[in-house]
């Protein structure tokens, strides 16, 4: 498969936007922000989509190892982003950033080698042109090349989307499945707000789920169905998957909450002193102790809800909680 090359749009004004503006001045929120973009460049080539693959305990600890930043700054990002409708939790192993999608750019290997390859040959153009009517005067030389530079990158576009239409022809005959026009006309739409491996991926998986279903006797006319309509063939087994991975998240999310609640009124219960203690060993073991300072006071509730489970299992070290 053709390799493709993708990069992130910053827009003019993103360090403009409010909510920009607004994860910029807490606490630590320069990092913040730099981590909002490192996960946006993660997410790109996936259609703005996080995936969580558990080689950690948790989201959090595994961005923090691909990203290479420390998991309290990765903590405080999601929970910033989550808060603000930046990141979408689709399930507990898929996180979805919807900027994304509406700042990312793509090309080919062999398109960007055809665009570098033209800039270099109207450079020359240019220059030879700024010569000829330097030495001749000639002022009615007037030089077309960007122009046709213009012209031969819509040309390679279109080209590019033509392969990529052929691409998917393979596959579909491979599934058995009769190219037709209305198909091409479909693919084609599909193609202009989704990318190439995208497609690939879902169309696979649709293939393979129609296959494996005993009720469907005709697999490619049921497939041209669901695409001309727009719609999906789903598993039943992976609905209730997906159904109880969400409940189990809910179940987890209130033990959590209350496991949260618990520790925080114990600790709020025990004199001053000790309070300080237990923070002071907190900070002590922080690759961050500033930053986590700087949250304390200007955001004191998310400051005690990061740190509950460093507080928790000191307590527990104490036999102050069971």
């Known amino acids: 498969m053709a390799k493709r090359y993708y990069w992130l749009k910053l827009k003019e004004d993103f360090f403009e936007q409010k909510i920009i503006k607004k994860l910029r001045r807490i ?3 320069d990092t913040y922000t730099i981590i909002y973009l490192k996960l946006q460049l993660l997410a790109m080539k996936n259609d703005g989509k996080l995936f969580f693959e558990y080689v950690e305990k948790d989201f959090a600890n595994e961005l923090a190892l691909e990203l290479d930043e420390d998991v ?29 999608l509406k700042a990312v750019g793509s090309e080919s290997a062999s398109t960007q080698r055809v665009r570098e390859f033209r800039e270099r040959e109207k450079q020359k153009e240019l220059l030879q042109c700024n010569t000829n009517v330097i030495q001749g005067n000639k002022m009615q030389q007037l030089c077309s090349v960007e122009k046709e530079i213009e012209k031969e990158i819509e040309k390679d576009h279109d080209n590019n989307i033509i392969n990529n239409i052929n691409i998917i022809k393979e596959l579909f005959e491979k599934f058995g499945i ?12 599909l193609l202009k707000k989704n990318s190439l491996d995208f497609l690939i991926k879902h169309f696979t ?37 997906k159904e109880k991975a969400i409940e189990e998240k809910k179940e987890n999310e209130m033990t ?3 496991q949260e609640n618990d520790t925080l009124e114990i600790f709020n219960s025990l004199p001053l002193d000790k309070q300080n203690e237990i923070e002071d060993i907190l900070l002590k073991k922080s690759k961050n102790p ?7 006071r200007e955001m004191p509730f998310i400051y005690y809800k990061m740190i509950s489970k460093q507080i928790r299992k000191i307590l527990e070290s104490e036999k102050l909680i069971l």
């Open 27 to 29: 606490a630590g929120g």
């Open 256 to 258: 959590e909450e209350k």
């Open 178 to 189: 009769n190219f037709s026009e209305k198909h091409r006309e479909v693919v084609n739409d």
């Open 290 to 296: 500033n930053e986590l300072i700087k949250i304390k």
């Open 72 to 100: 309290e700054n990765v903590e405080g990002t999601l929970f910033f982003l989550e808060k603000n409708k930046l990141l979408e939790v689709i399930s507990q192993e898929e996180y979805f950033l919807p900027e994304v």
């Open 205 to 241: 998986q649709q293939y393979e789920i129609l296959s494996k279903n005993p009720a469907v006797k005709n697999v490619p006319a049921v497939f041209s169905k669901h695409l001309f309509a727009g719609t999906c063939e789903v598993k039943n087994s992976e609905i209730l998957e």
